[in-house]
């Protein structure tokens, strides 16, 4: 040993987990080393005084913090345990894999009113945006805004055959690539569902004031909806579509009878007093008509969060049914209002109810306009309960605190989710001056962004887990139709107000930064503690004297929540890649390495455990080993017996052979 300087020790060599420090003076150290016969190489230590004991500290890497201590950025050294898995573990893994079929009870037809609530309430406030933009060639914008579907079919279809999970596309990223670029998705997510709502909410009250003389502003109106839907939520009450395919199928019918008494007159007054000169302008038309007619393709988005509920086989069926009906309302709806309906009268708020009033008189437009404020009410409803499940789904991957998932004793509904939602949606609206056209073009923008990550997830997963096995797969030219097509829609919508560009931007980026907060709170408070650390002067106020503990204590029981990473070999780089992912996108100081080793032992996983352990001295890595074999049942029972829920144990990709799908384990794959 040499000492090189004041502050400053070399000593000879090598294992520093086995170094003992004897005695620590101003003069001279003595360190008791193992002998060895290995080369021998210098290992600087620093001498550094702390403030709170005096004792000088030895550490082979030098500290951020000159004058508080750093000891907590230590987690400890991780041990090698056996476990065996209890009666009562077993019994509620398999409880807890008959809970995840049992719930596969969705068919074709309650799986498509779910999303289809939104896609038949959409064309209540899209008809009148594209009539105002495209005219008499509205009906063929919304017939080529349906056909863009066709892409998106494929894309959706192998995604939920790949991961038939619920939350996607939030889900599907947080599976194929880091825990940031999913909050990204997470962020589009909740504002789409806020738009939705909000559209729905202030599009109701339009239709319930073209009817009624109502006492107050539509503003007051809509806050009066919201705090209604809050109440309704927190009930518990769930929504549904039936009413709304019977009202507007018979709202067709009647207007295609209408249409044969009266003759194709008012079709040709229209179209005469609205056709451009010009096959430029034609084409201009169409194009900004169904850039906006994309809106009425909203709720297609949602088939995805409800995939984990539909029985096994009905997911690709759904997404047609979805398709279809869109296709089918959408463009025929708007063809009878040209057919009858003066132009003009059709961009009015509550075009529907002139329709009807037109086609059957006083009694159907009651009729519809009732019909419109029930349907799009639902769709308040379908956007708090969608937003609920996507802030739960949060929750237990520890970005957002338990509170958002707590349920209320009697209805068992999110409260905290509910409340906060409700209060985002009605910040956004109070914030554009209630104005339901900025909502509606920023709806329009963020559905689009939406529908951008299913074919963005789908390249990633083929990258990052080409392993993963699917029924279905499309090709590469699908999928980057798509993105092409989602793109210039996306483009097109900003071309015609560009302002709404800076709208989308303000709420996109509030949401981001607050999902990155929430994700990155101990790396704040990290900052925190080196701010306090480098002003003294601070340490000797009374009042704040003992900040420096307090944000020590903080740090450790955030990071508190181990998580585990399930292996099936003991080479070391996929081990370290792992943990590395761990350590990049968990805010966690305990880790568990677990090998279900029925019948098997890998030679190196001890040894690889142990000096992963020693490579990465902020996190406790602890090597488990479980005499079972690989299975859901087993994974819900080692979770039950360490008590860390399925969503903060992470596996690897599995492959084509692999007998189980990836859903089953309720666990996250992070590498290939």
């Excluded at 589009?188 to 738009?195: E, G, N, V, Y």
């Excluded at 708020?349 to 086609?359: I, P």
């Excluded at 937003?387 to 929750?395: D, I």
Aim: with cysteine; aromatic share 10%; charged share 10%.
């Amino acid at each position: 040993m040499t000492e090189v300087a004041a502050n400053w020790i070399t000593i000879e060599p090598p294992h520093l987990k086995h170094t003992s420090l004897l005695a620590a003076s101003a003069g001279t150290t003595s360190i008791s080393l193992p002998a060895s016969d290995e080369p021998q190489f210098a290992i600087v230590f620093r001498r550094q005084r702390v403030r709170s004991g005096g004792e000088p500290k030895f550490t082979a890497v030098p500290s951020r913090f000159s004058n508080l201590t750093n000891d907590f950025e230590f987690a400890g050294w991780g041990t090698i345990s056996q476990v065996n898995l209890t009666p009562d573990d077993l019994s509620h893994g398999k409880d807890t894999w008959h809970n995840f079929h049992n719930q596969q009870v969705l068919g074709l037809f309650e799986a498509s009113a779910l999303a289809a609530n939104d896609i038949l309430g959409g064309v209540f406030y899209t008809l009148p945006s594209v009539f105002a933009i495209s005219g008499v060639y509205s009906p063929i914008s919304l017939f080529v805004a349906a056909l863009s579907l066709f892409l998106w079919r494929p894309v959706m279809e192998e995604l939920g055959s790949a991961l038939p999970i619920s939350g996607a596309p939030y889900t599907y990223l947080l599976n194929v690539s880091t825990k940031f670029v999913a909050l990204v998705g997470a962020a589009l997510l909740l504002l789409d569902f806020a738009a939705t709502a909000v559209t729905s909410a202030a599009t109701a009250m339009a239709y319930l004031a073209g009817e009624l003389a109502i006492p107050f502003p539509l503003y007051v109106g809509t806050l009066l909806v919201f705090v209604l839907f809050t109440a309704v939520s927190l009930a518990g009450l769930r929504e549904s579509a039936r009413v709304a395919s019977g009202v507007l199928s018979f709202h067709v019918v009647a207007s295609v009878v209408t249409w044969a008494f009266i003759g194709s007159s008012q079709l040709k007054a229209n179209w005469t007093a609205g056709h451009a000169e010009t096959p430029v302008s034609v084409l201009r038309h169409v194009f900004n008509g169904a850039c906006v007619g994309m809106l009425g393709l909203t709720g297609f988005e949602c088939a995805p969060a409800y995939a984990a509920k539909m029985r096994q086989g009905s997911y690709p069926s759904v997404l047609r049914t979805l398709h279809l009906s869109a296709l089918v309302f959408n463009t025929t709806i708007s063809i009878l209002v040209l057919a009858l309906v003066p132009l003009g009268a059709e961009s009015q708020g509550n075009v529907l109810s002139v329709l009807a009033d037109k086609v059957a008189g006083r009694w159907l437009r009651i009729w519809v306009a009732v019909d419109a404020v029930v349907v799009l009410c639902a769709g308040v409803l379908t956007g708090v309960l969608t937003a609920c499940e996507l802030l739960c789904e949060l929750s237990r991957d520890r970005v957002l605190p338990r509170i958002f998932r707590a349920p209320l004793p009697l209805t068992g509904a999110p409260y905290m989710s509910v409340l906060c939602f409700i209060g985002f949606s009605i910040a956004i609206y109070a914030s554009t001056g209630a104005n339901l056209t900025i909502i509606s073009e920023m709806f329009s923008v963020t559905w689009l962004a939406v529908m951008m990550l299913f074919p963005i997830s789908l390249i990633l997963l083929r990258f990052s887990r080409p392993r993963l096995p699917r029924a279905s797969q499309c090709s590469l030219t699908v999928i980057i139709g798509a993105i092409v097509v989602s793109t210039v829609v996306l483009a097109g919508n900003i071309g015609i107000n560009p302002a709404i560009a800076g709208w989308f931007s303000l709420y996109f980026s509030i949401l981001v930064i607050a999902f990155s907060v929430a994700n990155n709170k101990v790396t704040i408070l990290r900052w925190m503690y080196w701010t306090y650390d480098q002003l003294p002067l601070l340490h000797e106020w009374k009042l704040i004297r003992g900040w420096g503990t307090y944000l020590i204590s903080l740090m450790r029981r955030l990071k508190r929540q181990q998580v585990c990473i399930f292996v099936n070999t003991d080479e070391i780089n996929y081990l370290f890649n792992m943990i590395l992912y761990v350590r990049q996108n968990e805010e966690t100081s305990h880790l568990k390495i677990v090998y279900f080793c029925k019948g098997t032992m890998l030679p190196e996983l001890e040894a690889n455990a142990k000096i992963l352990d020693e490579a990465f001295p902020e996190i406790t890595i602890d090597l488990v080993l479980v005499e079972e074999q690989f299975t859901p049942q087993n994974v819900a029972a080692l979770a039950h017996r360490l008590k860390t829920p399925t969503s903060l144990m992470f596996m690897s990709c599995p492959g084509p052979s692999f007998p189980y799908s990836a859903a089953e384990f309720g666990t996250r794959i992070i590498s290939i």
